[in-house]
């Protein structure tokens, strides 16, 4: 600030020197043409008013800093202007002497102005030319000042592109905004006035600061629809099996789901001991990740292979898919995992215990959930050595209520087939001889000894849809 000041103080001086020449020269050259000029006033006015335009566009390049200076010097100016003219009608009181005075005086400021030697120099080829060489010398003497005040090198200091935040202050500004431009300029206005040309359109906001944008903490490699390779599968394996995020456990498992849908794939995620690591995550709390691992596990279980390593978890599975929400989404998942593991006949006695709840689970979930479920007891019915267990296994007796045809077709022609193959494997291991073994509670009492699920099937003989008819015809031809 010392130096700025400085600065200020050696422009105010240098403006007042030369607004003294100019007084000066009024006091004591050219009387007579002083006196003319001073007569006509409109060609003056027209004259200051190029001169204001022309200090106006200077201005505007300037900063708030000049702007002060030059305030001051144009202050100056009309006060020496006017004591130039209050003093100018007064004739006949200055003598040679003082015009060798003022003579020497403007010589000496034209010769220590080297930039104006040369016009300084020149003969006056008009009655005017003496004033002009004076305006010419304060405004050459005004730009030196502003020259020394810092112009140039506070322009500069906030040259470049850099992008300010709106919150903080321009260096040296006294709105607290600035304007950088490209080329490192900075573009001025004058606080009364208003911008020209393009920079009307320009926003009087700074830019805000550009933020990177904050990416995910894993990428993961693959998209989750691409067929993979071997030492892929294996990548994604080695993922799954290190990670303990839930967004990239989710990700990877619909990965491995869908590639487990071909039949290559499916011994290649063997081959690199792919269950284990999916089948762990059965224990975990997250239902999104069960129902991924279910999908994943039913996708492998259509190899027959892979249904030996399956086998593992299979209760498991079981017991979350009774336990968990009903109808939900890892409820549908286990159930479909559970009806493809049954689809032979060698890991049907794993799930015997859990005959009772299969038929609640029947008679309380929604539409898909009894769907799922018919279609699971349906492959336990297709096994006639899991008969006897299957009909001594204790079913509600609303059971009775899905032979009503209020029910749609699926669900009919389903609950039919059950009937259907209970119906034939009840004789063909001649259980009907030890009817006393079973309960009135029994699916084998509900079935075949109460005669109530017959006379709800021969009611559905007249339905409307001709395929629920023809089962109905199929299944009484039989009893």
Sequence with gaps: MGRTREAGCVAAGMVIGAGACYCVYRLTWKKDEDEKIWGDDDDDDDDEEEEEEEEEEDYNENDEYNEDNDTSSDTTKMETEKGAKTNVGVEGRTKPQDDLKAKAQVSSGLKSSPSVKKEAHVEPQCGGGLEAK??????????????????????????????????????????????????????????????????????????????????????????????????????VLNILERTNDPFIQEVALVTLGNNAAYSFNQNAIRELGGVPIIAKLIKTKDPIIREKTYNALNNLSVNAENQGKIKTYISQVCDDTMICRLDSAVQMAGLRLLTNMTVTNHYQHLLSYSFPDFFALLFLGNHFTKIQIMKLIINFTENPAMTRELVSCKVPSELISLFNREWDREILLNILTLFENINDNIKSEGLASSRKEFSRNSLFFLFKESGVCVKKIKALANHSDLVVKVKVLKVLTKL
């Excluded at 050459?140 to 919150?167: C, D, F, H, V």
């Excluded at 490209?182 to 830019?207: D, I, L, M, V």
Aim: proline fraction near 8%; charge should be positive; charged fraction near 25%.
């Design 134 to 235: 004076a305006k010419a010398l304060f405004n050459t003497l005004k730009e030196q000042a502003s020259a020394k005040g810092g112009r140039g090198n506070r322009a500069g200091a906030i040259s470049g592109n850099r992008t300010l935040a709106p919150s903080l202050p321009c260096p040296g500004g006294r709105g607290g905004s600035c304007h950088p431009t490209r080329n490192g300029a900075r573009t001025g206005s004058r606080g009364r006035g208003k911008p020209k040309g393009k920079n009307r359109n320009k926003s009087t906001k700074a830019q805000a600061t550009s933020w990177p944008v904050r990416k995910a903490k894993f990428n993961f490699p693959y998209k989750i629809d691409d067929i993979l390779s071997a030492p892929d599968l294996q990548k």
